[in-house]
Structure formats: structure tokens, C-alpha cells
């Protein structure tokens, strides 16, 4: 069954993407649950509309994004983290950390999906993080890992 789904969802796909998936999982989980829509003529054409709509959305926002990269340019987030003698942290840094600490610290909202980490974090110390606010602009932020 072709589905056009209408939010990102982990292992099945992105948002606005025609996918198959199998027919029960299709009829009785993402189109009762708004996930989802079948993938029809009409509701293709429907798409073609809804993701002009999005791009242009996001074109509008394309300055405010190149704003918010010069903000972050050169700044640096202090991040508390329970950690051991050794160094070590208890459990790892992820991206929603990231995300709360650039809220309180500096101000800036960013949807956590748009933070990657290079690596898996597991000890005190000076990182780095990609933020990628729109296809054409990134930005790159420090991070210090600091004891609690």
C-alpha cells in the first residue's frame, strides 16, 4: 500500500514522502491516527501543493536562520553532567541536551532534529556541534562538558 506520510516517523520515513508500507499497518495505524493518507491521484496533487507551500515557508524563514547562525557564531554553552572521578559521565550528551541548553543559555530555539553530534559523548570536555537550520545554512557550535 502507498502511503504519503504527514509526519516524520523514525524507521518508516519523512514527512510529505510516499512510502509503502504494508496494507494493516497502512489502514489500521496511519490513516486512523492522521499519520498518513493514501497515495491517490488526487492526494498526489494535494502534496505537490503542500510541499510548494513548505518550501516557500521555508525560504521565508531563510534570513531569520542566517541571523540565528551569526548569533551562535563564536559562542560557547556550559553543560552540567553528573560524571565520575575518571571522567567519565553517567549516560551520554544527546542532542536534546544540546537543544535545552542553547534555550536557556543563549535564547535560541532549535528543533533537536536539527543538531547532530559527530561522535557519542561520554567524558568531560570541549566538543563540537553542527546545527543545521535550513539546507543552506549551517552553523557550528562548542560545547563544554562540565562537571555538576
Known amino acids: 500500500m502507498e502511503i504519503i506520510l504527514l509526519k516524520d516517523l523514525g524507521k518508516v520515513g519523512d514527512k510529505h514522502e510516499v512510502v509503502t508500507v ?3 499497518y497502512g489502514r489500521n495505524f496511519l490513516i486512523p ?3 498518513g493518507l493514501i497515495a491517490n491521484k488526487t492526494n498526489l496533487t494535494k ?11 521555508e525560504e521565508a524563514k531563510l534570513d531569520e536562520y542566517k541571523q540565528m ?10 553543560i552540567g553532567v553528573k560524571s565520575g572521578t575518571s571522567g567519565k559521565i553517567f549516560g551520554s ?18 528543533e533537536r532534529k536539527k543538531i547532530s553530534l559527530p561522535e557519542e559523548i561520554k567524558e568531560l570536555g570541549t566538543y563540537k ?3 543545521n537550520l535550513h539546507s543552506q545554512v549551517t552553523s557550528v557550535i562548542d560545547f563544554e562538558l562540565i562537571k555538576e
Do not use: H, M, R, Y
Open 129 to 131: 556541534a553542527t546545527l
Open 93 to 110: 550528551v544527546s542532542n536534546i541536551q544540546i537543544a535545552a541548553a542553547l534555550k536557556d543559555q543563549l535564547g535560541v530555539e532549535i
Open 33 to 35: 491516527k492522521g499519520l
Open 69 to 78: 547562525a551569526t548569533q551562535l557564531e563564536g559562542k560557547k554553552l556550559n
Open 22 to 24: 504494508k496494507n494493516g
Open 47 to 57: 502534496l505537490d501543493k503542500i510541499k510548494s507551500d513548505a518550501a516557500a515557508i
